[in-house]
C-alpha cells in the first residue's frame, strides 16, 4: 500500500511539473489527477480486500486441522 501512495505522489508529482511547464493545460491536469485517484483507489481497495480473504482463509486454518485431527 506504501508503494501505492508512493506511486501516485509521484504521478501527481510529475502532473503538475507538466502544468507548470505548460506541457498541460489546468483542465488536463484535474482530469488526469482525479484519473489517477480513482485508480490508486481501486487499488487500495482491491489491496484491502485480498489481505481481509487472506485474514479469512488464515483463521480457516486452525478449523480445518482441527477437524482433521478430529477425524484420526
Do not use: C, N
Not at 25 to 50: K, V
Amino acid at each position: 500500500m506504501i508503494a501505492l501512495a508512493q506511486k501516485f505522489s509521484a504521478t501527481l508529482a510529475t502532473i503538475a511539473d507538466a502544468t507548470k511547464r505548460g506541457d498541460l493545460s489546468s483542465g488536463q491536469a484535474r482530469e488526469m489527477s482525479a484519473e489517477q485517484y480513482q485508480l490508486t483507489h481501486m487499488q487500495f481497495e482491491l489491496l484491502s480486500l485480498w489481505r481481509g480473504i487472506e485474514e479469512q482463509d488464515l483463521a480457516r486454518v486452525p478449523d480445518v486441522e482441527a477437524k482433521l485431527d478430529s477425524r484420526q
